[in-house]
């Protein structure tokens, strides 16, 4: 079986890499034929560039740069009915725009482009041990979207490692607004949810201070996932994005930004985001 390197995932506070797996089965799917070509205009142009030879971390640069001056959507997975893997590249919000472009990378690196590879892989990436089974088992908390990718194997949290220091989180944020997200109009899933906030909420984080980032040097890698904290009671990460090296060779931020926008490179160095 052929195994990659880790995808890496860097948390850091005050700005605001995968080894193979068994694929999951995907379980129900929403999208269309666009969203099928997308796949597959962006799979070829992996064969043509030969982006299956490169390293992983590459192959997500490349792959995420491919989605500069996409739409910014918000919401996109928030739709009635039940529990459905979808798939929207009319336009992405940064958490979307993360998840497609690991999923996407591991494919091509993987030597599996299709768009059933590709759903396999982004089953994998945005369910609790990669099985859909209703709303709560969707990664909602980016930091449990950390813990289980790091606890399968599909990505390295590296924040401990390059000076991060703890950061004890005690998430409540979804549960205490249940009105913010049409699911939890069920109680049975704000029920759910608090069991999983508990269960987050216990475990070791680490965190980079903003100010840390020059010291770190050459610690945090192009291709890493940056996850930016949020001091919004009850939550813990509000935006995530990968670093790139900029035309001036400084680290920036490869992100979907907000509403209104699209996803872009910043114009300042990730420290100075």
């Known amino acids: 079986m052929l195994k ?23 379980g129900p799917a929403l999208y269309g034929a666009e969203d099928v070509a997308v796949c597959t205009r962006t799979f070829r142009v992996a064969a043509d560039r030969g982006w299956g030879r490169l390293p992983i971390d590459q192959v997500v640069v490349a792959v995420a740069r491919s989605f500069v001056g996409l739409p910014y959507k918000a919401k996109g997975l928030e739709r009635p009915g039940d529990e459905s893997l979808i798939v929207d590249f009319s336009g992405l919000d940064c958490t979307t725009f993360v998840e497609s472009s690991l999923a996407l990378a591991r494919c ?96 070791p984080y680490h965190f980079l201070p903003k100010q840390a980032i020059p010291k770190t040097g050459d610690r945090i890698h192009p291709g890493d996932v940056i996850a930016i904290t949020t001091n919004v009671p009850g939550l813990d990460i509000s935006h995530v994005g990968f670093a790139v090296t900029g035309d001036d060779g400084n680290l920036h931020l490869l992100h979907a930004p907000a509403l209104g926008r699209k996803i872009e490179i910043t114009r300042e160095p990730l420290a100075a985001a």
């Open 108 to 203: 091509i690196r993987l030597h599996q482009p299709t768009f059933a590879a590709f759903e396999r892989e982004l089953t994998a990436i945005r369910y609790r041990d990669g099985r859909i089974d209703q709303y709560p088992s969707r990664l909602h908390y980016f930091s449990d979207w950390i813990h289980e990718g790091d606890r399968q194997g599909r990505v390295d949290d590296v924040t401990a490692a390059i000076g991060g220091t703890p950061h004890p989180l005690r998430l409540t944020f979804m549960t205490l607004h249940p009105q913010a997200y049409q699911a939890l109009r069920n109680p049975a899933y704000v029920t759910a949810m608090q069991a999983i906030e508990k269960t987050i909420s216990a475990r």
């Open 4 to 26: 990659l390197p880790l995808c890496r995932v860097v948390a850091l506070v005050g700005l605001a890499s995968g080894a193979w797996m068994p694929a999951a089965v995907a």
